[in-house]
């Protein structure tokens, strides 16, 4: 069983800056790719972004909301992934998970089914 815990989150006015991790420990050798998800209270998960390991090439994904705000890596070394959060709007305000799971190749392309949850860590952008 695959372990996630998040760190990083916290308080920052709208244009800031935050970077989250996710730490993976346990049965980490069954899992090749990551993602970060994120809910608002009153709202459904949402997938933010997906990193997928195929062929040597990391793969990633990102929802509309954040393209060119976000940034997710990770450290395979480390057993860990990162998710840079840049110009952050109010918008952005959520519990942000990591998840962990088993590549699949499905509608033309890299995906993850996700198998394992971190707790989450809380970002809150005020205006």
């Known amino acids: 069983q695959a372990q996630l815990v998040e760190s990083g989150g916290g308080s920052v006015q709208a244009g800031g800056s935050l970077r989250l991790s996710c730490v993976a420990s346990?049965?980490?050798?069954?899992?090749?790719?990551m993602g970060w998800f994120r809910q608002a209270p009153g709202k459904e998960r949402e997938g933010v972004a997906t990193?997928?390991?195929?062929?040597?090439?990391?793969?990633?994904d990102y929802a509309d909301s954040v393209k060119g705000r976000f940034t997710i890596s990770q450290d395979n070394a480390k057993k860990t992934a990162y998710l840079q959060l840049n110009s952050l709007k109010p918008e952005d305000t959520a519990m942000y998970s990591c998840?962990?799971?088993?590549?699949?190749?499905?509608?033309?392309?890299?995906?993850?089914?996700?198998?394992?949850w971190g707790q989450g860590t809380q970002v809150t952008v005020s205006s």
């Open positions: 346990g049965y980490t050798s069954r899992t090749n790719c």
């Open positions: 998840a962990a799971g088993l590549r699949l190749w499905r509608s033309g392309r890299y995906q993850c089914d996700f198998r394992y």
């Open positions: 990193i997928v390991t195929g062929g040597g090439t990391d793969y990633t």
